[in-house]
Protein backbone atom coordinates (compact mmCIF):
# COMPACT_ATOMS: atom_id res chain seq x y z
CA UNK A 1 0.00 0.00 0.00
CA UNK A 2 1.42 2.99 -1.12
CA UNK A 3 2.58 5.25 2.22
CA UNK A 4 -0.02 8.38 2.31
CA UNK A 5 1.95 11.54 2.58
CA UNK A 6 0.72 14.76 5.22
CA UNK A 7 -0.76 17.50 4.23
CA UNK A 8 0.92 20.81 4.45
CA UNK A 9 -1.15 22.91 5.95
CA UNK A 10 -2.02 25.64 3.90
CA UNK A 11 -0.71 28.60 4.08
CA UNK A 12 -2.91 31.83 5.64
CA UNK A 13 -3.06 35.05 4.18
CA UNK A 14 -1.16 37.06 6.97
CA UNK A 15 2.08 34.47 5.80
CA UNK A 16 1.02 34.96 2.05
CA UNK A 17 1.40 38.59 2.95
CA UNK A 18 4.55 38.57 4.40
CA UNK A 19 6.25 36.20 1.52
CA UNK A 20 4.65 38.89 -1.00
CA UNK A 21 6.05 42.02 0.60
CA UNK A 22 9.56 40.26 1.18
CA UNK A 23 10.16 39.52 -2.29
CA UNK A 24 8.48 42.69 -3.33
CA UNK A 25 11.38 44.51 -1.29
CA UNK A 26 14.20 42.07 -2.14
CA UNK A 27 13.60 42.98 -5.52
CA UNK A 28 13.92 46.75 -5.56
CA UNK A 29 17.52 48.41 -6.84
CA UNK A 30 18.11 50.71 -3.30
CA UNK A 31 20.40 52.88 -6.28
CA UNK A 32 17.18 53.62 -8.66
CA UNK A 33 15.36 54.47 -5.80
CA UNK A 34 17.75 57.05 -4.78
CA UNK A 35 18.93 55.69 -1.36
CA UNK A 36 22.31 56.41 0.40
CA UNK A 37 24.74 53.26 -0.68
CA UNK A 38 25.38 50.89 2.48
CA UNK A 39 28.89 49.35 2.66
CA UNK A 40 27.45 46.41 4.46
CA UNK A 41 24.29 45.72 2.57
CA UNK A 42 24.19 41.67 2.46
CA UNK A 43 20.79 40.88 1.17
CA UNK A 44 19.17 41.99 -2.21
CA UNK A 45 17.21 45.31 -2.84
CA UNK A 46 15.78 47.02 0.45
CA UNK A 47 16.30 47.01 3.85
CA UNK A 48 13.00 46.87 6.21
CA UNK A 49 13.79 49.76 7.99
CA UNK A 50 13.99 51.81 4.31
CA UNK A 51 11.12 50.51 3.76
CA UNK A 52 9.64 51.72 6.71
CA UNK A 53 11.12 55.27 6.25
CA UNK A 54 9.71 55.15 2.35
CA UNK A 55 6.39 54.18 3.74
CA UNK A 56 6.05 56.35 6.53
CA UNK A 57 5.34 53.80 9.28
CA UNK A 58 6.93 51.99 12.14
CA UNK A 59 10.18 49.68 11.50
CA UNK A 60 8.71 47.57 14.11
CA UNK A 61 5.13 47.24 12.85
CA UNK A 62 6.33 46.92 9.45
CA UNK A 63 8.76 43.24 10.48
CA UNK A 64 5.60 42.56 12.09
CA UNK A 65 3.81 42.55 8.91
CA UNK A 66 6.15 40.84 6.81
CA UNK A 67 6.55 37.99 9.74
CA UNK A 68 2.80 37.52 9.01
CA UNK A 69 1.42 38.71 12.54
CA UNK A 70 -1.55 39.30 13.52
CA UNK A 71 -1.86 43.12 13.08
CA UNK A 72 -3.72 45.68 11.27
CA UNK A 73 -3.42 47.73 8.65
CA UNK A 74 -5.34 50.58 7.34
CA UNK A 75 -5.93 51.40 3.67
CA UNK A 76 -3.89 54.77 4.06
CA UNK A 77 -1.07 52.69 5.66
CA UNK A 78 -1.52 49.61 3.02
CA UNK A 79 -1.66 52.62 0.12
CA UNK A 80 1.60 54.02 1.34
CA UNK A 81 2.84 50.15 1.39
CA UNK A 82 2.32 49.57 -1.75
CA UNK A 83 4.04 52.99 -3.25
CA UNK A 84 7.20 52.31 -1.59
CA UNK A 85 7.15 49.15 -2.77
CA UNK A 86 6.73 50.58 -6.47
CA UNK A 87 3.77 48.15 -6.56
CA UNK A 88 1.68 48.03 -10.03
CA UNK A 89 -2.08 47.71 -9.65
CA UNK A 90 -2.56 44.36 -10.16
CA UNK A 91 0.31 43.98 -7.17
CA UNK A 92 -1.21 46.52 -4.84
CA UNK A 93 -4.88 44.42 -5.49
CA UNK A 94 -3.13 41.63 -4.83
CA UNK A 95 -1.68 43.55 -1.52
CA UNK A 96 -5.14 44.67 -0.31
CA UNK A 97 -6.52 41.20 -0.68
CA UNK A 98 -4.17 39.70 1.28
CA UNK A 99 -4.28 42.52 4.11
CA UNK A 100 -8.00 41.60 4.25
CA UNK A 101 -8.81 45.18 2.16
CA UNK A 102 -11.42 46.30 -0.31
CA UNK A 103 -8.94 47.49 -2.68
CA UNK A 104 -10.07 51.26 -3.51
CA UNK A 105 -11.58 51.63 -6.67
CA UNK A 106 -10.51 55.34 -6.85
CA UNK A 107 -6.77 54.52 -6.90
CA UNK A 108 -6.96 53.34 -10.22
CA UNK A 109 -7.93 56.31 -11.67
CA UNK A 110 -5.87 58.82 -9.43
CA UNK A 111 -3.27 58.86 -11.98
CA UNK A 112 -4.73 59.72 -14.88
CA UNK A 113 -7.15 62.73 -14.87
CA UNK A 114 -8.20 62.21 -18.91
CA UNK A 115 -9.39 58.91 -20.42
CA UNK A 116 -6.77 57.49 -23.09
CA UNK A 117 -6.54 58.83 -26.78
CA UNK A 118 -8.10 55.35 -27.58
CA UNK A 119 -11.33 56.23 -25.07
CA UNK A 120 -11.54 59.52 -26.90
CA UNK A 121 -11.56 58.18 -30.48
CA UNK A 122 -14.44 55.74 -29.12
CA UNK A 123 -16.52 58.83 -28.18
CA UNK A 124 -16.19 61.01 -30.85
CA UNK A 125 -17.21 57.70 -33.33
CA UNK A 126 -20.67 57.66 -31.38
CA UNK A 127 -21.34 61.22 -32.52
CA UNK A 128 -24.40 62.03 -32.86
CA UNK A 129 -25.36 60.16 -29.85
CA UNK A 130 -24.22 62.18 -26.51
CA UNK A 131 -21.44 59.80 -24.13
CA UNK A 132 -19.35 60.36 -21.72
CA UNK A 133 -16.81 58.61 -19.21
CA UNK A 134 -17.21 59.01 -15.59
CA UNK A 135 -15.28 57.52 -12.96
CA UNK A 136 -16.65 55.29 -10.19
CA UNK A 137 -16.89 58.46 -8.17
CA UNK A 138 -19.08 60.68 -11.13
CA UNK A 139 -15.80 62.51 -12.27
CA UNK A 140 -16.24 63.19 -16.46
CA UNK A 141 -13.25 61.82 -17.28
CA UNK A 142 -14.06 61.97 -21.06
CA UNK A 143 -17.19 62.82 -23.48
CA UNK A 144 -18.07 63.91 -26.96
CA UNK A 145 -19.46 66.78 -28.94
CA UNK A 146 -22.83 65.50 -28.32
CA UNK A 147 -23.09 64.88 -24.90
CA UNK A 148 -21.81 68.91 -24.58
CA UNK A 149 -24.42 70.08 -26.83
CA UNK A 150 -26.85 68.22 -25.17
CA UNK A 151 -26.50 69.40 -21.52
CA UNK A 152 -25.68 73.19 -23.17
CA UNK A 153 -22.46 73.59 -20.51
CA UNK A 154 -18.56 74.35 -21.91
CA UNK A 155 -16.91 71.67 -19.52
CA UNK A 156 -13.54 73.34 -21.12
CA UNK A 157 -14.18 76.11 -19.21
CA UNK A 158 -14.84 74.22 -15.83
CA UNK A 159 -11.64 73.25 -13.60
CA UNK A 160 -10.74 69.72 -14.35
CA UNK A 161 -11.45 68.69 -10.23
CA UNK A 162 -14.87 70.26 -10.77
CA UNK A 163 -16.14 68.13 -13.43
CA UNK A 164 -18.00 65.55 -11.50
CA UNK A 165 -22.05 64.90 -12.54
CA UNK A 166 -23.04 65.20 -8.88
CA UNK A 167 -21.38 68.55 -7.75
CA UNK A 168 -22.42 70.36 -11.02
CA UNK A 169 -25.96 69.25 -10.49
CA UNK A 170 -26.48 70.67 -7.28
CA UNK A 171 -24.39 73.89 -8.06
CA UNK A 172 -23.94 74.60 -11.79
CA UNK A 173 -27.34 76.11 -12.97
CA UNK A 174 -27.31 75.61 -17.16
CA UNK A 175 -26.48 71.99 -15.86
CA UNK A 176 -29.56 72.03 -13.25
CA UNK A 177 -32.02 73.60 -16.13
CA UNK A 178 -30.59 70.80 -18.72
CA UNK A 179 -32.61 67.89 -16.42
CA UNK A 180 -36.18 67.91 -16.22
CA UNK A 181 -36.66 65.25 -13.69
CA UNK A 182 -33.53 66.99 -11.27
CA UNK A 183 -35.98 66.18 -7.95
CA UNK A 184 -36.45 62.59 -8.53
CA UNK A 185 -32.96 62.26 -11.19
CA UNK A 186 -30.47 63.37 -7.69
CA UNK A 187 -31.78 60.48 -5.01
CA UNK A 188 -30.84 57.96 -7.22
CA UNK A 189 -27.41 59.30 -8.37
CA UNK A 190 -26.85 60.14 -4.51
CA UNK A 191 -27.79 56.45 -3.29
CA UNK A 192 -25.43 55.06 -6.13
CA UNK A 193 -22.65 57.09 -4.93
CA UNK A 194 -23.17 56.65 -1.16
CA UNK A 195 -22.90 52.54 -2.62
CA UNK A 196 -19.68 53.41 -4.34
CA UNK A 197 -18.33 54.85 -1.36
CA UNK A 198 -18.76 51.41 0.83
CA UNK A 199 -15.60 50.79 -1.04
CA UNK A 200 -14.07 53.84 -0.83
CA UNK A 201 -14.29 54.58 2.96
CA UNK A 202 -10.40 56.13 3.78
CA UNK A 203 -10.16 57.14 0.64
CA UNK A 204 -9.42 61.34 0.76
CA UNK A 205 -10.43 62.11 -2.31
CA UNK A 206 -14.17 60.56 -1.75
CA UNK A 207 -14.03 62.46 1.77
CA UNK A 208 -13.56 65.72 0.03
CA UNK A 209 -15.90 65.37 -2.24
CA UNK A 210 -18.41 64.79 0.87
CA UNK A 211 -17.34 67.14 2.53
CA UNK A 212 -17.90 69.68 -0.30
CA UNK A 213 -20.81 69.01 -1.31
CA UNK A 214 -22.68 68.91 2.16
CA UNK A 215 -20.87 72.56 2.73
CA UNK A 216 -22.12 74.18 -0.80
CA UNK A 217 -25.55 72.26 -0.94
CA UNK A 218 -28.47 72.05 1.61
CA UNK A 219 -29.88 70.13 -1.09
CA UNK A 220 -27.89 67.53 -1.24
CA UNK A 221 -27.30 67.57 2.76
CA UNK A 222 -31.14 66.59 3.05
CA UNK A 223 -30.85 63.54 0.05
CA UNK A 224 -27.74 62.52 1.99
CA UNK A 225 -29.23 62.22 5.57
CA UNK A 226 -32.02 59.93 3.74
CA UNK A 227 -29.40 57.47 3.78
CA UNK A 228 -30.45 55.89 0.73
CA UNK A 229 -28.37 52.98 -1.43
CA UNK A 230 -28.15 52.16 -5.33
CA UNK A 231 -27.26 50.61 -7.85
CA UNK A 232 -26.55 51.71 -11.55
CA UNK A 233 -28.94 50.86 -14.08
CA UNK A 234 -30.26 51.42 -17.42
CA UNK A 235 -32.86 54.06 -17.23
CA UNK A 236 -35.00 56.88 -19.07
CA UNK A 237 -33.95 60.25 -18.84
CA UNK A 238 -35.68 63.48 -20.33
CA UNK A 239 -33.40 66.53 -20.78
CA UNK A 240 -34.33 70.48 -22.06
CA UNK A 241 -32.03 71.84 -24.56
CA UNK A 242 -33.41 76.06 -25.33
CA UNK A 243 -33.24 75.50 -28.47
CA UNK A 244 -34.65 72.25 -29.18
CA UNK A 245 -37.25 71.64 -26.68
CA UNK A 246 -37.33 68.14 -23.95
CA UNK A 247 -35.80 65.05 -25.55
CA UNK A 248 -36.16 61.93 -24.01
CA UNK A 249 -33.14 59.78 -23.92
CA UNK A 250 -32.50 56.41 -22.53
CA UNK A 251 -28.63 56.02 -20.49
CA UNK A 252 -27.13 52.99 -21.39
CA UNK A 253 -23.85 51.94 -19.02
CA UNK A 254 -21.16 49.98 -19.77
CA UNK A 255 -18.20 49.10 -17.28
CA UNK A 256 -14.61 49.45 -18.51
CA UNK A 257 -12.78 45.82 -18.29
CA UNK A 258 -10.73 46.91 -15.82
CA UNK A 259 -11.92 46.88 -12.50
CA UNK A 260 -11.46 50.40 -12.03
CA UNK A 261 -14.89 51.32 -11.83
CA UNK A 262 -15.08 53.47 -15.03
CA UNK A 263 -18.73 53.91 -16.59
CA UNK A 264 -19.28 54.43 -20.30
CA UNK A 265 -23.18 56.26 -20.93
CA UNK A 266 -24.52 56.52 -24.28
CA UNK A 267 -27.68 58.47 -24.76
CA UNK A 268 -30.23 57.04 -27.12
CA UNK A 269 -33.30 58.79 -28.42
CA UNK A 270 -36.47 57.15 -26.95
CA UNK A 271 -38.94 58.83 -29.52
CA UNK A 272 -38.70 60.36 -32.94
CA UNK A 273 -39.28 63.48 -31.67
CA UNK A 274 -36.70 63.16 -29.23
CA UNK A 275 -34.68 62.09 -32.33
CA UNK A 276 -35.09 65.15 -34.67
CA UNK A 277 -34.59 67.67 -31.26
CA UNK A 278 -31.39 65.49 -30.97
CA UNK A 279 -30.52 66.14 -34.68
CA UNK A 280 -31.24 69.78 -34.23
CA UNK A 281 -28.61 70.01 -31.36
CA UNK A 282 -26.00 68.44 -32.88
CA UNK A 283 -26.14 69.57 -36.68
CA UNK A 284 -25.70 65.44 -37.30
CA UNK A 285 -29.01 63.37 -39.20
CA UNK A 286 -30.38 61.04 -36.38
CA UNK A 287 -31.52 58.52 -38.63
CA UNK A 288 -34.59 55.94 -37.01
CA UNK A 289 -31.98 53.25 -36.78
CA UNK A 290 -30.46 54.85 -33.83
CA UNK A 291 -33.89 55.13 -32.21
CA UNK A 292 -34.09 52.86 -28.98
CA UNK A 293 -35.43 49.57 -29.92
CA UNK A 294 -37.76 49.32 -27.22
CA UNK A 295 -39.48 52.60 -28.31
Known sequence: MPEILPVPPRENNRQLLGAFLR?????LD?????????????????????????AEVGVTWYTWLEQGREIKASTKTLTAIALALQCNEAESRHLFSLAGHQYPLQAAAKGCARISAQGQIMLDALYPLPAL???????ILGYNAAWQKLINVDLEVIPAGDRNCILLAFTHKAWRDSMLDWESVMPHMVGRFRAQMADNLEDPHWKSMVDRLLSCSEEFRDIWQRYE????????????????????????NWFSAPRNGERLLVYIPEDENSARALSQITGANVSPELLNPGS
Not at 237 to 246: C, D, I, L, T
Open 30 to 54: PDRLGLPRMRNRRTPGLRREEVAQL
Open 229 to 252: IREFENQVKRFYHPEAGALTLRQN
Open 23 to 27: RRRES
Open 133 to 139: IQSVRFD
